[in-house]
């Protein structure tokens, strides 16, 4: 039996939410449940928003705060609070055993900053079960977050224009 593996896609490059994705497709074209889960985010881009439409069995939960991302401030109350929302969103769906894949995007923002603990992260891979796979994106992942992980990718640009338009 499948056992699912724990994947990181981190690193300062762009493209992790959209590796993600792109894994997202393949398991619910294979006819199996998907759910991600957005830590940070509150406004639903293209991609959300399309497989939203398009793909049956793919369920998405955003947890942004209306505020925007955490760099440039110091985390507040209510950036805990839409954290603490995710993880107990994310145990939901891990515990449900529904779910071929579950994404945890942009995760590794609110444990640089302290809303979420490895100890937390810990929790939520052992609450996975047989042949669900466990995806984790953002920057700034721990090196104890690395270990947790079976598959750890990191993104480099190697070249970028100064500005890089949302698609």
Do not use: W
């Not at 039996?1 to 993600?20: C, F, H, P, Q």
């Not at 294979?30 to 509150?42: L, N």
């Not at 769906?93 to 809303?115: C, N, Q, R, W």
């Not at 100890?119 to 052992?126: A, C, M």
């Amino acid at each position: 039996m499948n056992k699912g593996i724990v994947r990181l896609y981190t690193g300062d490059g762009k493209g992790k939410t959209t590796m993600a994705l792109g894994l997202a497709l393949r398991v619910a074209g294979e006819g199996r449940r998907v759910f991600i889960g957005q830590f940070i985010k509150d406004d639903p881009k293209g991609d959300i928003a399309a497989l939203r439409k398009a793909i049956p069995g793919v369920v998405t939960a955003q947890f942004g705060c209306g505020t925007g991302c955490i760099q440039g401030r110091e985390p507040d109350k209510l950036d805990k609070e839409c954290a603490e929302k995710g993880l107990a969103r994310a145990r939901q769906a891990l515990k449900s055993a529904g779910f071929g894949l579950v994404v945890l995007d942009e995760i590794t923002i609110p444990m640089y900053f302290g809303l979420v603990t490895v100890e937390e992260v810990r929790e939520l891979i052992s609450l996975k079960t047989p042949g669900t796979e466990l995806v984790f994106t953002g920057r700034y992942a721990s090196e104890e977050l690395k270990a947790l992980c079976d598959m750890v990718t990191v993104v480099e640009s190697e070249k970028m224009p100064k500005h890089v338009p949302e698609l």
